[in-house]
């Protein structure tokens, strides 16, 4: 019998997960958080998963955080700012030697995570697929991309990426995960909270070229002295390659604002401020786009963290 893979939050990635896990019969369970959404999931019949506008449905199993049976490897799908909360509430079914996949965008939830529970493997991803909820236990699978997997710790990579092949899920065993996750974070940086402030599409910040420029020379520094060199090499033409490959999209962070969701600023803009002070490095703009992010998100009625 093969491991069963739990994945806690049923949102637009654990669903995309959990649906192609299902899909390949890998053993697949879905945990969530109250008795009302497990009562509404079972009312829906399972998780849908959309592609090419043909939707499937799949009728995985659903438990909640206080089921007995023990947990060898878990996905954690939830936002950052929710991912340890999450953790905590299975915890004590965690076997000793655990795997924790976590999918967070950002930096500093999967470090408290691996600090809070040092027994188990903690794996991070970083991901550049895409998927979005039309509604409850639903996922259309918008965007074809990536997962890299890394382990900070341990360079070995777990004998069951077969099965994420067999499941038709990406994915890429790389001994750089947190250079990835550091080289996302700063260009999320670089773009996103502008989108945000000038309401704009990606391609639009290619008018305020001096302001982008400056914002991609702190972060520039700020990876440096956190000995992320890959991560900082070109990152002002990278930066510009993305906005001018995506000009015509909106940023995930201006349409979680636009739809009234909250951000993950923290574990963004807010972790490379805190990296920047941390580690001595003059990051002003940083900070002025972070207190500016931070007071519009209040005057829209959204939590500034
Ligand atoms: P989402 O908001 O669609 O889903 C998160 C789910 O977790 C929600 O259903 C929420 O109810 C659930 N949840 C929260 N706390 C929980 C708890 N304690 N127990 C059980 N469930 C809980 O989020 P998403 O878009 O799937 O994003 C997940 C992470 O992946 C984020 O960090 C995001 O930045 C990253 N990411 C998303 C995409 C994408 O296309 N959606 C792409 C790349 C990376
Ligand atoms: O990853 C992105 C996002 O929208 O979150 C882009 C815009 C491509 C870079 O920040």
């Given at each position: 019998m093969s491991t069963v893979w739990h994945v806690l939050g049923a949102g637009s990635l654990g669903c995309?997960?959990?649906?192609?896990?299902?899909?390949?019969a890998i053993p697949v369970r879905i945990i969530l958080r109250t008795p009302q959404r497990l009562a509404d999931y079972r009312a829906a019949g399972g998780l849908r998963l959309i592609e090419e506008s043909q939707t499937s449905l799949y009728p995985i199993t659903a438990e909640l955080p206080?089921?007995?049976?023990?947990?060898?490897?878990?996905?954690?799908a939830c936002k950052a700012y929710d991912a340890e909360t999450a953790v905590a509430s299975v915890a004590e079914r965690l076997l000793p030697g655990a795997e924790i996949l976590l999918l967070q965008n950002g930096l500093g939830s999967q470090q408290a995570v691996a600090a809070r529970w040092p027994s188990s493997r903690c794996i991070f991803i970083s991901s550049t697929e895409g998927g979005y909820r039309p509604a409850d236990f639903q996922v259309v699978h918008a965007g074809h991309g990536e997962n890299?997997?890394?382990d900070p710790l341990d360079q070995r990579p777990p004998t069951w990426l077969r099965d994420l092949a067999t499941a038709g899920i990406p994915c890429d065993w790389t001994a750089d995960i947190e250079t990835?996750?550091?080289r996302k974070l700063a260009i999320n940086c670089a773009i996103n909270p502008l989108t945000v402030l000038y309401g704009c599409r990606n391609g639009e910040l290619l008018a305020h070229r001096e302001q982008l420029s400056q914002l991609c020379e702190e972060l520039r520094r700020v990876l440096m002295a956190c000995n992320q060199a890959e991560a900082a090499h070109a990152l002002e033409d990278e930066v510009l390659r993305i906005v001018e490959a995506t000009a015509n999209n909106y940023s995930s962070m201006h349409q979680d604002v636009r739809s009234g969701r909250r951000t993950e600023i923290s574990f963004l803009l807010?972790?490379?401020?805190?990296?920047a002070q941390r580690q001595h490095v003059r990051a002003d703009e940083l900070n002025a786009l972070l207190q500016r992010l931070q007071l519009f998100l209040m005057q829209h009625g959204l939590p500034p963290d």
């Open positions: 995309l997960w959990a649906t192609r896990l299902s899909r390949a206080t089921t007995a049976e023990p947990i060898q490897r878990l996905l954690v890299w997997l890394g990835r996750l550091w807010g972790h490379a401020c805190q990296s």
